[in-house]
């Protein structure tokens, strides 16, 4: 799993690289030549989706997720362990598997509409991006339960 979302992270790194070069081809294309697209735009939204969804989980992996670090840093290893084990097991897995299943369907009731962009030019199969939300939030489940399975055998 950690490698699987390590090969995830790197992938993430190139779709933002993508994002901000679309993001500045955009802005001189729509104030230099007045021109603009909607599908470009959507595809920006739909990148940017994919960069957040996903750097979740490389981020947990790596240990740089935001924590109270005025707190966090002055505790021995010992409690921190404890601290990243009930943050796992109360906070992440039990947040992360309620978003994987309610978007679930969010995602499926997009598929059956075969929904795309309600603006002209826009982007369609709208269910790929909605999906990704399913699959950013189970990977930080599964994650979480890998991570959490290390504090255990740590503690113990």
């Given at each position: 799993?950690?490698?699987?979302?390590?090969?995830?992270?790197?992938?993430?790194?190139?779709?933002?690289f993508?994002?901000?070069?679309?993001?500045?081809?955009?802005?001189?294309?729509?104030?230099?030549?007045?021109?603009?697209?909607?599908?470009?735009?959507e595809?920006?939204?739909?990148?940017?989706?994919?960069?957040?969804l996903?750097?979740?989980?490389?981020?947990?992996?790596?240990?740089?997720?935001?924590?109270?670090?005025?707190?966090?840093?002055?505790?021995?290893?010992?409690?921190?362990?404890?601290?990243?084990?009930?943050?796992?097991?109360?906070?992440?897995?039990?947040?992360?598997?309620?978003?994987?299943?309610?978007?679930?369907?969010?995602?499926?009731?997009?598929?059956?509409?075969?929904?795309?962009?309600?603006?002209?030019?826009?982007?369609?199969?709208?269910?790929?991006?909605?999906?990704?939300?399913?699959v950013?939030?189970?990977?930080?489940?599964?994650?979480?339960?890998?991570?959490?399975?290390?504090?255990?055998?740590?503690?113990?």
């Amino acid at each position: 799993m950690n490698r699987f979302i390590d090969s995830i992270g790197k992938i993430t790194n190139l779709t933002l690289f993508l994002l901000v070069f679309l993001i500045l081809f955009d802005t001189l294309n729509r104030y230099l030549f007045s021109s603009g697209s909607i599908a470009l735009q959507e595809l920006e939204w739909h990148l940017f989706d994919i960069v957040i969804l996903f750097s979740v989980s490389y981020t947990l992996l790596y240990n740089r997720n935001v924590k109270v670090d005025l707190f966090y840093e002055n505790l021995s290893e010992k409690w921190r362990d404890r601290v990243d084990l009930f943050s796992h097991l109360l906070f992440i897995a039990p947040f992360s598997i309620v978003v994987a299943i309610y978007s679930y369907d969010f995602a499926y009731l997009s598929y059956q509409q075969m929904e795309s962009s309600s603006s002209a030019g826009g982007l369609q199969y709208r269910f790929i991006v909605k999906s990704l939300i399913t699959v950013g939030f189970s990977m930080l489940f599964v994650l979480s339960i890998s991570q959490a399975t290390k504090k255990i055998s740590k503690i113990f």
